[in-house]
């Protein structure tokens, strides 16, 4: 019995990765999309993000529990960021 209900458990949690992964598909695509369009303004993001967390002398190893907060709500406010961004670059005109 409690082998079947860790299976129901399983799959359970595998239905909602995949569900998971179709929502946050478009948006996804949408961002990497816009970046190949604006290659310069996605490089000038990423210089200037590691230029202020260097200056902070901020590295992502001296975190503590960054792992954790990564598995966990972190990685839906990303993916919360991600759809936002997605949907604010689909509004404007080319």
Known sequence: MSMRRELARVRKAQARMRAARTELAQPAAALLARGHA???????????????LGRLDVSPLRIPALG??????????????????????AGEPS
């Open 38 to 52: 604006h290659p310069l303004a996605t490089l000038g993001a990423a210089a200037g993000a590691g230029f202020v």
């Open 68 to 89: 954790s907060l990564l598995s966990g709500g972190l990685a839906e406010a990303v993916a919360y960021g991600t759809r936002l961004i997605a949907e604010l670059g």
